[in-house]
Nanobody
Framework: QVQLLESGGGLVQAGGSLRLSCAAS????????MAWCRQAPGKEREFVAG????????HYSDSVKGRFTISRDDAKNTLTLQMNSLKPEDTAVYYC???????????????WGQGTQVTVSS
């Protein structure tokens, strides 16, 4: 069983930055894909960024490309998301997710954290 714990959310003004972290426990995740997804009020959960394990390839949604950076540290079993140039439309609960296979479809992920709120004021 994998447990995921996110941290780093908060309130920030538009144009600001936040850094989210996800700490994993229960097993090492070097052979798992890891991703960040988010869900805004009244909207479906959406893929934000993810990194596969096989070649460490990284994928971003078009809405965050160039502003967000995802990284993983398999030695520490952690996943981070550096978010720059934040916009009010980035406001959502952000979730860390892992799965043996990489996907940009949130429902394909097996394990989820409890989420951390990110609020961007205009």
């Amino acid at each position: 069983q994998v447990q995921l714990l996110e941290s780093g959310g908060g309130l920030v003004q538009a144009g600001g930055s936040l850094r989210l972290s996800c700490a994993a426990s229960g097993r090492t995740l070097g052979d798992y894909a890891m991703a960040w997804c988010r869900q805004a009020p009244g909207k479906e959960r959406e893929f934000v960024a993810g990194v596969s394990w096989a070649r460490g390839s990284i994928h971003y949604s078009d809405s965050v490309k160039g502003r967000f950076t995802i990284s993983r540290d398999d030695a520490k079993n952690t996943l981070t998301l550096q978010m720059n140039s934040l916009k009010p439309e980035d406001t959502a609960v952000y979730y860390c997710a892992v799965n043996p296979l990489f996907s940009t479809i949130p429902d394909r992920y097996t394990y989820w954290g409890q989420g951390t709120q990110v609020t961007v004021s205009s």
